[in-house]
């Protein structure tokens, strides 16, 4: 199959795109890990075969769906190992189509919102709906239209309030932190927000997963996991990216939560240290070979 060109006037083409990551971690004592690495089950029929995260050494996986319905993985790092190292590829098909727009999609008065969507307008750990951010919120936002044109108001926001900064990454950032410190990597341009949604009374829930280069020129950072989110308007999710601020192709969800709290890459119960962290997201053809870009 001859290579296709990647053209970024946004035309969509059913495409593949190669997926994975490379991810290792040094421990000190014996421990449990919780990770949430692969594809959301709800895009595991897209995968072209079985995706499988190997984990070295060969230690016992439990696999589970947690609350939110996001598949996770338990490992428990027993005495006398000193790393632990996660990795996986996959190819998954994608429509090639961007993020949808729906300018007509509706506000919903909380009395009318599905109960499921509801925990989605509460406070949580890294979005604190209960804080000088409501009032914020309805000073900024309350003469702006209800439905797409109030979460692309908010997306606009905070694209231009947060300055991108790998070097100001922070754990431990909220919403509000975010909102005063100006800077951030992707998840804080995400917590804000959400929060301003579910200040907003649009109910509001953090993605993670694939995003790539793919419809766009290549960007000068080392590839990543990304993180966007997903409002609650005309009956349905939507999409909603305010770190880049414009539909984007090849986005691949991996979890869902209520922030980044609830979907970590990782999580060890215990002292461990990186030491290598490496994600792959590009367009291929059906062999596998990377497309090339024009």
């Given at each position: 199959m001859p290579l296709r060109p990647n053209h970024f006037s946004g035309c969509a083409h059913p495409m593949y795109i190669k997926i994975g990551f490379d991810i290792q971690l040094a421990i000190t004592s014996p421990m449990a890990l919780i990770y949430v690495l692969h594809v959301h089950p709800s895009r595991r029929d897209d995968l072209m075969a079985p995706e499988v995260v190997m984990v070295e050494p060969a230690l016992r996986v439990d696999e589970y769906l947690d609350a939110f319905g996001n598949q996770c993985g338990r490992v428990n790092a027993l005495a006398g190992v000193s790393e632990v190292r996660f990795h996986s590829a996959s190819i998954i098909r994608d429509s090639g189509l961007p993020d949808e727009v729906n300018l007509a999609a509706w506000q919903h008065d909380p009395t009318e919102l599905p109960p499921a969507t509801l925990q989605f307008l509460l406070p949580s750990?890294?979005?604190?709906?209960?804080?000088?951010?409501?009032?914020?919120?309805?000073?900024?936002?309350?003469?702006?239209p209800p439905g797409w044109a109030r979460v692309q108001a908010i997306c606009d926001f905070v694209h231009q309030h947060i300055r991108f900064d790998y070097s100001a990454a922070r754990a431990t950032r909220t919403a509000v932190e975010g909102w005063r410190e100006g800077t951030g990597v992707c998840r804080d341009f995400t917590h804000l927000a959400v929060t301003l949604c579910r200040c907003m009374n649009i109910p509001a829930r953090y993605c993670t997963g694939y995003l790539g280069d793919i419809g766009i020129p290549p960007v000068p950072y080392p590839m990543d996991f990304s993180a966007w989110f997903e409002v609650f308007l005309g009956g349905r999710w939507y999409t909603f990216d305010a770190r880049h601020n414009t539909p984007r192709i090849g986005r691949v969800v991996m979890a869902r939560g209520r922030d980044a709290g609830d979907v970590p890459i990782t999580m060890c119960f215990g002292v461990n240290t990186l030491?290598?962290?490496?994600?792959?997201?590009?367009?291929v053809d059906v062999y596998g070979n990377p497309v090339q870009t024009v």
């Open positions: 750990r890294y979005c604190e709906v209960d804080s000088e951010l409501l009032q914020f919120a309805w000073n900024q936002f309350g003469q702006t030491k290598k962290f490496e994600v792959t997201t590009y367009e």
